[in-house]
């Protein structure tokens, strides 16, 4: 691989990981509890497509392997947190305050 296209996907992912931080400050602002979790769903794909051009860049499948299973790891972590914060809200919402 020649080195142009090399240090511009260098340089895509340290603009990707400067974003990320600015992605950051909505994990630890909020305002609510639904803009932190999708801002740390947001923080997980940005890891896993970091990952992804950092292996292009240095041509090694195997930081593939690991964008793929830390992708997989982020969509459950986000079904899951969305499954509790569904009950939750459920939960607030019923007459008696209690579950269904």
Known sequence: MTTAPTDLLLVAAV???ALAGAVGYRVVVG???QDRVI???ALGTTAVVV??????AFDDPGLLDV???YGLLNFLLSVGLARVLGERSDAQSSPTGGPR
């Open 15 to 17: 603009l990707l990981v």
């Open 51 to 56: 990952l992804a051009v950092l292996s292009a």
């Open 67 to 69: 964008a793929l299973v």
């Open 31 to 33: 305002p609510t509890l």
């Open 39 to 41: 801002a740390v769903n």
